[in-house]
């Protein structure tokens, strides 16, 4: 969602700030727009659309300065255009914001009501308004600008500068991602590291309540009420090649055949060792873990598929009962608390808002077992949680979340079999051979991605499809979930997913021969059922593409299309089996020409709710 870049520097910080947006296009955007101070005083530039054309106006205006704010909008609050695109100004001071006001309303009222004008539909106007208001009462910039965020109801991050101080920009942090980077030549603030490492590794995070004032020699963190507070340095361990496309023409294609080597670096803390170390997932996590009476899992998007494909290994090899639950459904839910579950919140970003609103919601009702698996080391949700794994997937750009969500279920199965033993259900071979089978995931899932040139071949005959169906059974059944999220987030096909037990109670009504229908058809218990299923489909012309495994027995023909994946993998086939189906949304998305890595609506990081 929307990005932050500002900086105070010797040097021009307009390349800094272009640099550093592009840096965060992946977070979903629809406009952006920067503001800074020059010899004539404060400049704007806005543009609808790509950071591309805000660099076309910034070279055609030949502006620099060396004290700036920058940002992409992912709309809320009113249309994208160039009257909401970011900086909004009140008098000489500009604003940058992400997140959303929750209290604009009243507080646009009130500042009517004192002669503010309003010249867009975003949330964000009122906190130039409303630090212009406070500015008649202190000539203190910083004073004025904690004192009207301290007025802001929501989540927020926002960056201000102001003409009449034009050495210094003012930065505060309520619940979505900001943090700040020290460098030699400057200091400098943005919403993700990735902006930042053109300029330095140094990094500040800044905690929810932590105002910042940043001049070219310092910087300097206060509570909202002006109280000091010191945050710590850490060096950014994050290398700059891991952002960068190479040879990919797609970061999600990128991501996609990146899934063996994230999966390594994920289980890498395994060793050869036969039996799992205690302590993975933290210090505590024997004490925290053991009398754990049920499992309750958090989470949104792909990551809440994890979570479901999860349910069926904890219940089936940990013995232990688990819900999943919707981060947005939870939150708000009256849900009956037990203080003995362990809350489970499954995140790539580790921003999103509503997994750590639902987090803290649990923890509210008294559940404080919790443990998150999150891929960005320093992300609020780590921060929030008693244990941490951290999955090694390495930045993920592409809006639709692949690796991610590889290795999150590499962690969920991890889990798993730290709960089996600890309830006394994992022998020691078996253990071992769990672990022994996760080792060999990379190589498993590096035979599957060599399925690509027959998906290819496939994905041209979806491309001028409206909608399709996945079907699947058992633990597979999130994996057709996910298959039909890929497709509709990338492709803007219409796809849905279905168990396949439930066909004949509604989507068989859709089934014709335009209507392609997907199976994940692994060779288990539940194969034969599902090949009945399948049946139901063909019965009624329907066309039918399913991914079996090498030892199934299924075979091709007249309206059924079938493809082998290389191995059979038991219990974690599902990591396997959902790699054909990126590659298929990839695929189609090709031949439909449509935005692969920031397709139109969808953002990566959602940290509004
Ligand atoms: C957005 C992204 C999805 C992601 C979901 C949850 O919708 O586009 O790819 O699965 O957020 O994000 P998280 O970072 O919490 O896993």
């Known amino acids: 969602m929307c990005g932050i870049v500002a900086a105070v520097a010797d040097r021009d910080i307009v390349p800094v700030l272009l640099e550093g947006l592009r840096k965060l296009e992946y977070r979903g955007y629809d406009s ?15 543009a609808v659309g790509r950071v591309s054309g805000l660099a076309a106006q910034v070279e055609e205006s030949h502006v620099s300065g060396h004290i700036g704010i920058s940002h992409t909008r992912w709309a809320t609050h009113g249309v994208p255009c160039e009257r909401n695109a970011h900086p909004h100004i009140s008098g000489g001071l500009a604003v940058v914001h992400n997140g959303i006001i929750e209290n604009h309303e009243a507080l646009r009222l009130r500042l009517k009501g004192e002669g503010y004008e309003f010249t867009s539909d975003t949330d964000t106007e009122v906190v130039a308004h409303l630090i212009a208001s406070e500015l008649k009462k202190t000539a203190d910039f910083f004073t004025a600008a904690r004192t009207a965020i301290a007025q802001l109801q ?13 050495d210094r920009l003012v930065v505060a942090r309520e619940g979505a991602p900001l943090l700040l980077g020290l ?16 300029v330095t590794r140094r990094i500040v995070y800044l905690e929810n309540g932590d105002c910042a004032e940043l001049t ?3 910087f300097r963190i206060t509570r909202v009420d002006g109280t000091p507070v010191e945050r710590a340095e850490t060096e950014s361990q994050l290398s700059a090649d891991a952002v960068e496309l190479g040879q990919y023409r797609h970061y999600m294609q990128k991501e996609i055949f990146e899934q063996p080597v994230a999966l390594s670096n994920t289980l890498e803390m395994l060793g050869t060792a036969r039996s799992i170390q205690p302590g993975l997932f933290g210090a505590d996590t024997e004490s925290l873990l053991k009398d754990a009476r049920q499992v309750l899992i958090i989470a949104c998007g792909t990551s809440y598929h994890a979570g479901l494909v999860a349910r069926y290994w904890l219940e089936a090899i940990a013995g232990i009962p688990c819900n999943v639950e919707v981060a947005s459904e939870y939150r708000y839910r009256e849900s009956v608390s037990d203080p003995d579950t362990l809350v489970v919140t499954l995140s790539q970003s580790g921003e999103t808002a509503d997994t750590l609103a639902a987090l803290e919601h649990a923890k509210a009702q008294g559940m404080t077992r919790t443990l998150c698996i999150c891929n960005v080391p320093e992300s609020s949700l780590v921060r929030a949680n008693a244990l941490r794994f951290i999955t090694r997937a390495g ?9 991610a969500f590889t290795t999150q279920l590499a962690a969920l199965y991890l889990l798993t079999l730290i709960l089996a033993k600890l309830r006394g259900r994992l022998s020691p071979a078996l253990e071992a051979s769990e672990l022994q089978a996760l080792r060999h995931l990379p190589s498993a899932l590096t035979k599957v991605l060599e399925l690509e040139p027959q998906i290819r071949e496939w994905s041209e005959r979806f491309a001028m ?6 079907l699947g059974r058992g633990r597979h059944y999130p994996i057709a979930l996910e298959g039909a999220l890929k497709l509709k987030e990338i492709t803007y096909i219409h796809a849905e997913a279905y168990p396949a037990g439930e066909l004949k109670h509604g989507p068989l009504a859709l ?9 994940v058809a692994p060779n288990d218990i539940l194969l034969e059922k599902l090949k009945s299923n399948l049946q139901e489909v063909r019965a009624r012309g329907g066309e039918l593409y399913v991914f ?9 023909s007249d309206g059924i299309h079938l493809m082998r994946l290389p191995e059979h993998y038991g219990q974690l086939s599902a990591l396997l089996h959902v790699v054909p189906l990126q590659l298929l949304a990839y695929h189609v998305a090709l031949v439909r020409g449509t935005d692969v890595d920031k397709p139109r609506n969808l953002a990566k990081s959602v940290t509004v709710e």
């Open 32 to 46: 952006a727009g920067l503001a800074l101070i020059d010899a004539d005083g404060l400049r704007r530039l806005r």
């Open 216 to 218: 070219r020699d310092g």
């Open 395 to 403: 930045p993920e750009i592409g809006v639709a979340s692949t690796k």
């Open 548 to 556: 079996a495994d090498a030892d199934s027995e299924m075979m091709a």
């Open 183 to 198: 460098a030699e030549d400057g200091n400098y603030a943005a919403s993700d590291v990735a902006a930042l490492l053109q």
């Open 511 to 519: 089934v014709d021969k335009e209507m392609p229908v997907i199976a």
């Open 465 to 470: 499809k409206q909608d399709a169906l996945f």
């Open 154 to 166: 929501g989540a927020f991050a926002i960056a201000v500068l102001r003409q009449d101080n034009p």
